[in-house]
């Protein structure tokens, strides 16, 4: 299987590029910033009475229920892979079970409340529902081996902090308490291992690998550029361009998995807040993410060969207009970058900064006017919360995931005019085809691969178009005119690329592009 991506050929790893690790640094933490603000949030909303009972109704019961619960709460919450510490470390404080946590944290930074319908729409519906249930089943096995090791629970202490204020003071000075913690080091952290994968990885380092075997395929390339990143959606788009230009889907599975869920500065929180349990944890939610992405690569083989170029991995890589010899417009550009992304979390970054300083505020003033003030904090062993109503837990989470459906659909139908532009893209990679056919030899190694492209721009022309009728409807979008004729031109090509005769497939070609204007 041929693939001619435009880069040209490159490796992995390379010299260790300054610009690019301040480019990446500056950028992830923009783009980090509204996820961990919602994480401070829910962690303080998680510390009021109210917030206190629904979490103790989620992970009470038996191990099997109440694991489930733990990572379902976690494909709920829209946190990300930063704003799930804050909430994983009130979890320990209230003396959830390390199993729980552990659940929450594995599944909490893979999805967003639109990221399986995202997936769906990049990888498709098989691929996106194996991701989740792939996910769901490692969290589980995951919470499941940490029990093991755990001691025995002890009740959950009280609070008489909160008896007495109002549940939104509580819940803002809980917030504003974690973002004045150490929760920053893990943030840094994890911040800076993925901007230094990032300021190594060679913007060319795919060519090299796609006749590679699948263990090498991804080891040593989709594991790097998962670690060079932090963001759900990132790491959906990256699985979406290995899925697309034909690469192994093991290194799809473990773009996702890897990529939104593990970092150093979650390998930093589980060894502070869980000790030797959290050692434990991390070295099985490595092993059992390679293997979910074996068994992945051997139940999900594409059927035919992608398209044939691809620049999403340059997201995650140096940049191609950063040039050491020109200092000033190098550091111009970067700035540029970080200033632009900036603008869009503007909002988020400042809420985060009165955050801290009111957290470090209120910590100084506490300690001040009560010296002899005991600690509620948990060492995050094995204790638990009890509860005898486990109903609201139960009905919360049912209607979050009804809410999630719904979002998780209108990402999948996106709007009728970004559809109606794939369709314009694939016209183009099938007329591209189209001429390789008519040009090559029958018996030619181009021949098949061309057929290959062709067929396969015909199936994204198939189910754009299906998915545009559906999108207008749910949207209210306005009817596209032509796209039945589209439907049954492409057809009518279909059965043509399967015949022996080629010579008048370009005639249809050239009907499709008339139409697509």
């Known amino acids: 299987m041929n693939h001619l991506l435009a880069h040209g050929d490159g490796d992995i790893f390379g010299p260790f590029s300054v610009w690019t690790f301040v480019l990446r640094f500056g950028e992830m933490a923009s783009q980090s910033a509204p996820t961990l603000l919602t994480g401070l949030l829910l962690a303080g909303a998680l510390r009021t009475r109210l917030g206190q009972a629904w979490l103790s109704s989620v992970v009470s019961g038996t191990p099997g229920r109440s694991l489930l619960r733990a990572s379902i709460f976690g494909v709920i919450a829209p946190v990300g892979a930063l704003g799930a510490l804050p909430v994983a470390t009130e979890m320990v404080r209230a003396n959830v079970r390390p199993g729980h946590v552990l659940c929450f944290l594995v599944v909490a930074p893979l999805f967003m409340p639109w990221s399986v319908g995202y997936a769906g729409d990049g990888l498709g519906l098989t691929n996106a529902i194996f991701i989740l249930i792939g996910s769901i089943a490692l969290a589980y096995a995951l919470g499941l081996i940490v029990q093991v090791f755990a001691k025995r629970p002890s009740p959950i202490p009280h609070n008489p902090q909160s008896g007495h204020q109002s549940q939104l003071t509580v819940a803002v000075r809980a917030a504003a308490g974690h973002c004045a913690s150490a929760l920053w080091i893990y943030v840094f952290l994890s911040i800076s291992a993925s901007a230094a994968f990032a300021a190594v990885l060679e913007p060319a380092s795919i060519e090299s690998h796609l006749g590679e075997s699948a263990i090498t395929t991804m080891f040593e390339l989709a594991v790097p550029l998962s670690f060079a990143n932090l963001d759900s959606d990132t790491a959906i788009a990256l699985a979406s361009e290995f899925w697309r230009i034909g690469l192994l889907p093991g290194g799809m599975v473990v773009a996702v998995i890897l990529g939104a869920g593990w970092s150093i500065g979650t390998l930093a929180w589980c060894v502070h807040r869980l000790g030797r349990l959290g050692i434990i944890a991390n070295v099985a939610w490595l092993a059992l993410a390679m293997c979910i992405a074996v068994i992945g690569n051997n139940l999900l083989l594409p059927t035919r060969a992608g398209e044939v170029d691809s620049h999403g991995f340059d997201v995650l890589t140096k940049p191609h207009n950063v040039d050491t010899e020109f200092t000033n417009y190098s550091w111009g550009l970067v700035g540029d970058k970080i200033s632009e992304s900036l603008t869009h979390n503007g909002v988020a970054v400042a809420t985060l900064m009165a955050l ?162």
């Open 356 to 517: 801290a300083i009111f957290g470090v505020t209120d910590r100084f003033i506490t300690r001040r006017n009560t010296p002899g003030r005991r600690n509620h904090s948990t060492n995050g062993t094995d204790e638990s919360i009890t509860t005898e109503h486990s109903l609201p837990g139960r009905v919360g989470l049912i209607s979050l995931l009804l809410l999630l459906l719904i979002a998780n659909t209108y990402s999948y139908y996106p709007p009728t005019e970004e559809l109606y532009e794939r369709l314009r893209l694939q016209n183009g990679n099938l007329g591209d085809a189209i001429a390789i056919l008519d040009n090559a030899q029958f018996e030619h190694p181009d021949h098949e691969a061309a057929m290959d492209r062709a067929l396969n721009a015909l199936d994204q022309i198939d189910r754009n178009i299906a998915r545009i009728q559906v999108s207008r409807v749910i949207r209210g979008s306005r009817k596209m005119d032509g796209i039945d004729t589209l439907s049954e031109i492409a057809i009518r090509m279909r059965m043509k690329l399967k015949a022996t005769d080629s010579k008048d497939k370009g005639e249809d070609v050239l009907e499709f592009a008339r139409q697509l204007r």
